[in-house]
């Protein structure tokens, strides 16, 4: 029966998904390439001294990202600063220096690790003007990078790659504005809560007193999913009742995670001409979150150890409103996305359980990714793959008609390569350094032995893909975390752009070439398979050593 229900929930988040792709993608595809603007977006043009109908070079676009992103990261890093200061604060003081430092760059770099406990750290004025804020324009970032990666790929002879400010802009007005305004009115139905009600002092049915937070929540809770963010209002996340009342909100909020990401791939069949091409990538990505969740459905409703069986499966960690069904899911599509969202303990999970929101991470979160960085991930790991055929067959490896060249797959592989070296180098001087490695132990780590080494491992990992979900087990509020965590998130979210935006210029340099006999189909199932197996093969060989030392050497003793 658990089977039966398993498969119907998975149908339909399928289903409702599936129905999704086609019409958002062509929204989408019309969004950015669309030449008329609306009222409101030539008001921001003419705020932002922009002028609409230019066009940069990739250069001159990662130039506005980051600019964007620094005027985002230094704003949100003073508005917690001045906490006390702001209204609405509830009282609360200004977190530390290094606490502010890891927010801000969490939250910039689409990843919204969070080392607080949100209720009792910030107050309405930073949730709402500054996390909700950045929740919308990191999400509109991550678009527009792979919108850019897009128009190379379908540009012929061209120096430019479009606008990053009117990308970003009809981002915000014409996609994440309108869809989470929806939301979070579905949300609200829901049993989500908004309001300003601050703390609200209850007696419980043992006679003693609670505190119970109040505050804006659907509308965050929207835009945190749908952004591919993560971060929730509440310490507790998605597995927390005002967040996430119900078993329908649950699957409700796994839609929302999974709509942009998957059709992405619909808009890039269709700016680049050939919708089949985007119904390959499609097949990939849905590909290894099926494969995904149903190895991990199996991990933990089977349940290593008596206690798990006798329970009818390991349910420490989950809710029972959820159960392991609608936690699986959940997980799965969460750290398959970059969400990072939770709404049940990863850390509680079996040991190889645990282990596969961890893989989903090192895949490079394509199954099927966050949004806009979903997309290009997946695209770079296709030139990986059409490369690696070209040299089997002996010709010049192409991919929709653009020729992989030495500088392509020099930039391919350089991103492929950092976040293998942010997590292992992270991991590793965690443990190196004496002093550091003395507040990990000593402080950090809840579990100490392999599952200790799994807790800074997946830390690690959720930062530098820009997951942002924790295994719960680690306490990462100190100095040396914050700053290390902090850090791996800005270099995991920028230097990848930076890559994908150089890939980008470096193709629509070039004219497209006509297909010949030699030329590899990658629009066939063979190519599919390829891409799946280049995907899994390139996280294997490189996790795999690491991977031995955390969850498969507790998994398997």
Do not use: C
């Not at 390959?280 to 349940?303: N, R």
């Not at 969460?334 to 989903?360: E, F, I, R, W």
């Amino acid at each position: 029966m658990a089977w039966w229900f398993a498969l119907l929930s998975f149908a339909t988040v399928a289903l409702v998904v599936g129905a999704l792709v086609r019409p958002l993608g062509d929204y989408l595809a019309w969004v950015y390439t669309s030449k008329k603007d609306w009222r409101v977006e030539r008001g921001a043009y003419r705020l932002l001294g922009v002028d609409s109908r230019s066009e940069q070079t990739w250069q001159a676009y990662l130039r506005s990202v980051l600019l964007f992103s620094l005027v985002g990261l230094l704003l949100l890093y003073g508005m917690q600063r001045l906490q006390p200061l702001l209204p609405q604060a509830l009282g609360l003081p200004a977190p530390s220096e290094h606490l502010a430092f890891n927010t801000a760059a969490s939250f910039v770099g689409n990843t919204n690790w969070q080392s607080y406990a949100p209720e009792s750290t910030l107050g309405y004025a930073v949730q709402m003007a500054g996390l909700a804020v950045q929740n919308f324009t990191s999400a509109a970032v991550g678009m527009a990078v792979a919108i850019a990666l897009v128009r190379g790929l379908a540009a012929r002879r061209s120096g430019t790659i479009g606008n990053f400010w009117v990308d970003l802009v009809r981002g915000l007005v014409r996609v994440l504005l309108p869809i989470a305004f929806v939301a979070a009115l579905v949300l609200l139905v829901g049993g989500v809560i908004q309001n300003f009600a601050g703390f609200t002092e209850v007696r419980t049915l043992a006679g003693a007193t609670q505190s119970i937070p109040g505050g804006p929540v659907a509308s965050q809770e929207a835009i945190k999913l749908l952004g591919t963010n993560g971060g929730g209002f509440f310490n507790a996340n998605s597995a927390h009742p005002f967040e996430n009342p119900t078993g329908w909100t649950n699957l409700f909020e796994i839609v929302l995670m999974l709509m942009i990401p998957f059709a992405l791939t619909r808009t890039f069949g269709r700016m680049v001409g050939e919708t089949r091409q985007g119904n390959a990538v499609l097949a990939v990505m849905a590909l290894l979150f099926t494969a995904s969740f149903a190895i991990l459905l199996m991990l933990e409703a089977g349940g290593n150890g008596p206690a798990p069986q006798l329970a009818g499966g390991a349910m420490e960690g989950k809710e029972q409103r959820f159960g392991i069904i609608g936690s699986t899911l959940f997980a799965t599509t969460s750290t398959g996305t970059s969400t990072g969202a939770v709404n049940s303990m990863h850390d509680s999970y079996t040991a190889l359980g645990g282990m596969l929101p961890m893989l989903n991470m090192m895949l490079g979160e394509v199954s099927p990714g966050g949004v806009g960085s979903g997309l290009y991930g997946i695209l770079v790991l296709a030139i990986i793959a059409v490369f690696v055929a070209g040299l089997l067959i002996g010709r010049t490896p192409e991919y929709l008609g653009k020729k992989i060249g030495p500088r392509e797959i020099k930039l391919a592989s350089l991103y492929i390569l950092i976040s293998p070296t942010l997590v292992l180098a992270g991991t590793a001087l965690s443990f190196a350094i004496p002093g550091v490695r003395d507040s990990v132990t000593g402080t950090s780590i809840l579990n100490h032995g392999v599952h200790g080494t799994s807790e800074v491992l997946y830390a690690f990992t959720s930062a530098a893909n820009n997951n942002g979900s924790a295994f719960a087990g680690l306490t990462a509020s100190t100095p040396w975390l914050d700053w290390a965590l902090g850090t791996a998130i800005l270099l995991g979210r920028f230097i990848p752009i930076a890559l994908v935006l150089a890939l980008a210029g470096s193709f629509a340099a070039q004219d497209r070439i006509p297909a010949t006999a030699g030329t590899l189909p990658t629009h066939r199932p063979l190519f599919v398979g390829m891409l799946a197996s280049v995907t899994v093969l390139v996280t294997a060989l490189t996790f795999f050593p690491v991977l031995t030392l955390g969850p498969l050497a507790e998994g398997l003793r």
